[in-house]
């Protein structure tokens, strides 16, 4: 039997935005209770990076995350808003008590790299043992590897290999 979570390790090539959120979709599609928080990127009215939502995959709620402030479009400036961030601890508690059968989750960000944001959340749901995919950067793999234990399993951003995986748990 495959471990009940799995690290979606990206890449910049691979890029992961969007990912977990359309993989999420396709399992609702099938009847599967799927929960969680993915990212959308978001634009100003002129097409440029505005800054990050986070997305209920329940109810569509988007928290603003991070926001570019209008001086700096550098997008990869650090705008994380921690406060919002850890607001969103909501919707990953209610999905576990719930018991959802999936939970998707975007991302191990700098946050839960250092222990912080949504790292008791992550945790909680990997310990109820519930399906939980999570997307992490591979620059991060091994912190991520370090806080679980080396548990659980690494999948490239493949539809193939979360099928493959989700079979594995689902069935």
Not at 72 to 92: E, F, I, P, Q, R
Not at 127 to 132: N, R, T
Not at 163 to 169: I, Q, S
Request: proline share 4%; hydrophobic share 40%.
């Amino acid at each position: 039997m495959r471990p009940s979570f799995a690290a979606v390790v990206y890449t910049p090539r691979s890029n992961g935005v969007g990912f977990l959120a359309a993989f999420a979709e396709e399992r609702k599609k099938h009847g599967v209770r799927v929960a969680g928080l993915v990212q959308e990127k978001v634009l100003n009215d002129d097409g440029t990076y505005a800054g990050i939502d986070a997305v209920d995959v329940v109810t569509g709620a988007r928290s603003p995350i991070k926001r570019v402030p209008k001086h700096d479009y550098d997008k990869n400036a650090c705008a994380l808003d921690a406060s919002v961030l850890v607001g969103t601890s909501g919707v990953l508690r209610d999905a576990i008590k719930s018991k959802a059968e999936l939970i998707v989750f975007d991302k191990f960000g700098v946050e839960e790299q250092k222990g912080r944001g949504l790292s008791d959340e992550i945790m909680l749901a990997i310990s109820d043992g519930i399906p939980f995919l999570i997307s992490v950067p591979e620059t991060a793999l091994e912190i991520w590897k370090e806080r679980t234990g080396g548990m659980g399993g690494v999948l490239p951003v493949e539809v193939e290999a979360l099928e493959r995986w989700w079979g594995g748990v689902s069935g």
